[in-house]
């Protein structure tokens, strides 16, 4: 079994880690562009950087979208780790952080079609139509508090 940690990152070598995930998962891997990938939305958000031995492997970031409704954005897990419960480990430490502030009403996380099931399993529920975003087909999930 692999120790994976995840810690909210608070320097700027791992956002740079946690930026190049993203680029290999989305931009290179998915064919988003870069310029929907990095928003310029960044700075507003927790981010989060999963590592195994020091290796980042996986990320995700959250942003407040409204008064209490936060929105888990930019999970990626590298490619080789897939399936190895790194993703888990990041939405575990998500909702165990975000569960107990007392100024959460929902998490919310738009999700690629593909990863629906695996959303679900934390509680997580569909709302609303698919729909295309980034040229992906994602559903809208919602967590509620």
């Known amino acids: 079994m692999l120790k ?9 070598a791992d ?13 290179k891997e998915q064919k988003v ?4 990938e990095f928003d310029g939305l960044d700075e507003f958000c927790d981010q989060y950087l999963a590592k195994i031995n020091e ?6 970031r959250i942003r407040e979208e409204k008064k209490g409704i936060f929105k888990i954005e930019r999970m990626a897990v590298l490619k ?3 399936k190895k419960g790194v993703g888990k480990a990041i939405i575990e430490e998500i909702l165990k952080h975000y569960i107990n502030l007392n100024k959460v009403n929902d998490l919310i996380l738009n999700s690629q079609i593909e990863a629906k099931d695996f959303y679900k399993k934390f509680g997580f529920v569909e709302v609303g139509e698919e729909f295309v975003e980034a040229n992906i087909l ?8």
């Open 80 to 82: 080789e780790y897939r």
């Open 138 to 145: 994602h559903q809208k999930m919602i967590y509620n508090v």
């Open 55 to 60: 290796l980042p492997i996986g990320t995700a």
């Open 15 to 27: 956002k740079k880690k946690a930026f190049e995930i993203r680029d290999l998962v989305f931009c």
């Open 4 to 12: 994976i940690i995840v810690n909210n990152i608070v320097n700027s």
């Open 33 to 36: 562009s870069k310029e929907i």
